[in-house]
């Protein structure tokens, strides 16, 4: 008899450990397995992914966008605004379109640093996020990932800026400004890091979108895994 209480139990405990949760809203027709978890979460952040790249690495998808649209450091409004008094303003608007489109080129660069990121997923962190809020997996893929992806971003940045010559007009306008009778104070802010922050706020923004929308959207799953994942839950 003991012996058979023992196989029943270690049935339930391995069935338990397979499985993530029968309860109302996790999965569509059935309980979601680990692997099913997993698999989807990772399917869901691989879209959100591609949507961020598609809408951002083209043109205008910083400049023509008034939510991601990068201007001038906030350490460099002063500058701004002093060249714009004296009559440099186009100076100014030709150094905020380089550096826009700038970040537009350097978009392109973060699919394979964002899919190596997806990849190491282990499974206790997908049934946490399939069970989370609506951005759950964008804000686990943010804390994880953030700082290995601005390392791995900054060189492409730096590349981009200096490709389109955002980097020289950026320094002019700088140079100009120190050059003013009326300038007292020099500046000198981080462009590089500037934008490197702008554009990867502007990919997690877009990741996050993509993911309250198929966990909302029916029609934004468009795999059978992500149907299954999150079907229970619009």
Same mark, same amino acid.
């Given at each position: 008899?003991?012996?058979?209480?023992?196989?029943?139990?270690?049935?339930?405990?391995?069935?338990?450990?397979?499985?993530?949760?029968?309860?109302?809203?996790?999965?569509?027709?059935?309980?979601?397995?680990?692997?099913?978890?997993?698999?989807?979460?990772?399917?869901?952040?691989?879209?959100?992914?591609?949507?961020?790249?598609?809408?951002?690495?083209?043109?205008?998808?910083?400049?023509?966008?008034?939510?991601?649209?990068?201007? &001038? $450091?906030?350490?460099?409004? !002063? @500058?701004?605004?002093? /060249?714009?008094?004296?009559?440099? *303003? +186009?100076?100014? =608007?030709?150094?905020?379109?380089?550096?826009?489109?700038?970040?537009?080129?350097?978009?392109?660069?973060?699919?394979?640093?964002?899919?190596?990121?997806?990849?190491?997923?282990?499974?206790?962190?997908?049934?946490?996020?399939?069970?989370?809020?609506?951005?759950?997996?964008?804000?686990?893929?943010?804390?994880?990932?953030?700082?290995?992806?601005?390392?791995?971003?900054?060189?492409?940045?730096?590349?981009?800026?200096?490709?389109?010559?955002?980097?020289?007009?950026?320094?002019?306008?700088?140079?100009?400004?120190?050059? &003013? $009778?009326?300038?007292?104070? !020099? @500046?000198?802010?981080? /462009?590089?890091?500037?934008?490197? *922050? +702008?554009?990867? =706020?502007?990919?997690?923004?877009?990741?996050?979108?993509?993911?309250?929308?198929?966990?909302?959207?029916?029609?934004?799953?468009?795999?059978?895994?992500?149907?299954?994942?999150?079907?229970?839950?619009?």
């Amino acid at each position: 008899m003991k012996k058979w209480i023992l196989i029943v139990l270690s049935a339930v405990f391995i069935y338990g450990c397979e499985t993530i949760s029968k309860l109302p809203g996790y999965g569509f027709g059935g309980p979601i397995t680990e692997t099913d978890a997993r698999m989807g979460i990772q399917e869901a952040l691989s879209q959100g992914v591609t949507t961020a790249i598609f809408n951002l690495n083209k043109q205008d998808g910083f400049f023509g966008n008034n939510i991601y649209k990068i201007f &001038l $450091p906030p350490e460099a409004q !002063k @500058v701004e605004s002093a /060249l714009r008094k004296v009559g440099l *303003g +186009k100076q100014v =608007d030709k150094a905020i379109l380089q550096i826009n489109r700038s970040a537009e080129d350097a978009v392109g660069y973060a699919k394979p640093i964002f899919a190596d990121a997806i990849k190491e997923m282990t499974i206790a962190d997908a049934i946490s996020i399939v069970k989370g809020d609506s951005v759950a997996a964008t804000n686990y893929f943010k804390d994880k990932t953030r700082l290995k992806l601005i390392d791995a971003f900054r060189p492409s940045i730096q590349s981009s800026l200096d490709k389109l010559e955002a980097t020289r007009y950026y320094s002019d306008i700088v140079n100009l400004y120190n050059k &003013l $009778p009326t300038t007292t104070t !020099k @500046v000198n802010p981080d /462009l590089t890091g500037f934008v490197v *922050g +702008k554009a990867t =706020d502007a990919l997690f923004d877009q990741v996050a979108k993509e993911e309250v929308n198929i966990r909302t959207n029916p029609v934004a799953r468009t795999t059978e895994i992500l149907k299954k994942v999150f079907g229970g839950k619009s």
